[in-house]
């Protein structure tokens, strides 16, 4: 078979669904938490890009973390706002669980656009999502209230790096 037919036969196409919508128009426990993301990143330490991230969890069981990004002179070693909230989830029994999480900045000069987490927010969301085995809905946020929603987390990272890639097997809860 040519190479042509074969990259051919190898080209696949991926889609997904997501929805632009304002935060007024979701249901109340998620303004909830788009508003508790908007008020941790007023409590963000970023002395260096002065872009303020705030995050919120909402759990199953309806609680809420929250986490705001925090930098440091050596840019590596900063804390986004997603792994901050994340951070404190209880991941030893499995009975604390995450719906959603949502993300939302200030700075300087407003985007008109939602913001969408980093390459290792989305790595760790997608490694909460997998240890639970239920998907988490990501809610992207501007300041103007437009928001971009994903139901599942694995559609902000395809082709990711997972324990199924690993010599050993995911821990059961």
Not at 55 to 60: I, M
Not at 71 to 83: I, L, M, T
Not at 137 to 162: E, K, N, R, W
Request: glycine share 4%; charged share 15%.
């Amino acid at each position: 078979m040519p190479l042509s037919e074969t990259l051919k036969e190898l080209m696949k196409h991926f889609q997904f669904n997501f929805q632009t919508t304002l935060q007024t128009k979701l249901p109340p426990n998620i303004q909830s938490l788009i508003e508790a993301a908007e008020q941790i990143a007023h409590k963000a330490y970023a002395p260096y890009s002065h872009f303020k991230v705030g995050a919120a969890v909402l759990l199953h069981d309806g609680n809420l973390l929250t986490g705001c990004n925090h930098e440091n002179a050596a840019y590596p070693a900063g804390v986004c706002a997603e792994r901050a909230a994340l951070s404190s989830l209880d991941m030893s029994n499995g009975k604390q669980t995450v719906l959603a999480i949502a993300v939302t900045y200030l700075s300087h000069d407003l985007l008109p656009k939602p913001i969408s987490p980093c390459g290792i927010c989305r790595q760790t969301i997608l490694e909460v999502q997998q240890w639970q085995n239920k998907p988490i809905a990501v809610y992207m946020c501007a300041p103007d209230g437009t928001i971009i929603v994903v139901d599942d987390a694995q559609y902000l990272l395809p082709f990711s790096f997972g324990s199924e890639y690993l010599d050993m097997p995911p821990d059961s809860h």
